[in-house]
């Protein structure tokens, strides 16, 4: 009994760690990036990214939309393998229903991870976006999601994509693992 509250007064005492996830990086960018995930802010959102990762659908999953000086967007685990096709990468979502957006007053700074969508504000569904710089014009419209804690030298070093859209040519980096933590 006393062992028992022992225990609880120290878990209680402990400070609470956020969930997240770490990518390990693979291609002309190779190494780790750690997302901390904002669950208080966007606990659905957040879920979904945590379970894609503990069921591995983001494993092999390619960064298919690189804008230098802006983001990198990945996640589209229907169609952006690194050993499918690819010819609808960006397209695809998960077999998971969209999600109503989840918007906050946090600025998208470096670092910031956003969820993608389509034109309506609730279709965001698997692919999300790290920032490479501000870009304070997405706030309110797109669903931020969390914050790279740790290898923004990493995601400096991802491949980049050419044309306004920011398509990767070639063979593009991927997300060789993505897992999860709490």
Known sequence: MIKALISIMILISCPVYASGIVIDVQGEATGSITIDLFEDIAPNHTKRILTLSEEGLYDGVVFHRVIEGFMAQTGDVQFGK?????????????????????????????????????????????????????????????????????????????????????????????????????
Not at 124 to 150: C, P, W
């Open 82 to 182: 690194i050993s499918g096709t690819r010819q609808r990468v960006g397209m695809g979502g998960s077999e998971y229903p969209d999600l109503k957006a989840e918007f906050s007053n946090i600025n998208y700074d470096r670092g910031i991870v956003g969820m993608a969508r389509s034109q309506h504000p609730n279709s965001a569904n698997s692919q999300f976006f790290i920032m490479f710089s501000e870009g304070s014009f997405l706030n309110g419209q797109y669903t931020v999601i969390g914050k790279v804690t740790s290898g923004l030298d990493v995601l400096d070093k991802i491949k980049r994509g050419f044309g306004q859209n920011g398509s990767v040519l070639g063979e593009p980096d991927f997300m060789k693992t993505v897992i999860g933590f709490e």
